[in-house]
C-alpha cells in the first residue's frame, strides 16, 4: 500500500511508483472526483481536450446541460481510466 501525507498547505505528494506507473511529472493535472466518502484522482490527458479541439476546425465538445469543459475532461478520463484498469 502506498501512504501520502497531506501537508499543512493542503498539498500531496503522490509516491514516487504511483508517478512513475501513471507516467506523471511536474505540471501534469489530475481530475478529483469525489465518491463514496472518498477521493479518485484521475490523470488527465497531457493535452487538454479544448486545445485538441481548438485546432479541428468546426469541432467542439458536446457538453451536457450545465456540464462544464472541465467536467467534460473528467469524464474521459475516467473512461480512459476504465478501458486502461479493465
Known amino acids: 500500500m502506498n501512504i501520502a501525507r497531506l501537508?499543512?498547505?493542503?498539498?500531496l505528494v503522490l509516491p514516487?511508483?504511483?508517478?512513475?506507473?501513471l507516467d506523471l511529472r511536474t505540471g501534469d493535472e489530475?481530475?478529483?472526483?469525489?465518491?463514496?466518502?472518498?477521493v479518485r484522482l484521475l490523470p488527465?490527458?497531457?493535452r487538454k481536450l479544448s486545445e485538441v479541439l481548438d485546432r479541428l476546425?468546426?469541432?467542439?465538445?458536446?457538453?451536457?446541460?450545465g456540464q462544464d469543459?472541465?467536467?467534460?475532461?473528467?469524464?474521459?478520463?475516467?473512461e480512459m481510466w476504465k478501458k486502461h484498469a479493465g
Open 30 to 38: 489530475l481530475a478529483i472526483i469525489l465518491e463514496d466518502g472518498g
Open 7 to 11: 501537508s499543512s498547505k493542503g498539498q
Open 44 to 46: 488527465l490527458p497531457k
Open 69 to 78: 469543459l472541465l467536467q467534460a475532461e473528467a469524464e474521459i478520463a475516467r
Open 57 to 65: 476546425p468546426g469541432h467542439r465538445p458536446r457538453l451536457a446541460e
Open 16 to 21: 514516487q511508483g504511483i508517478r512513475k506507473s
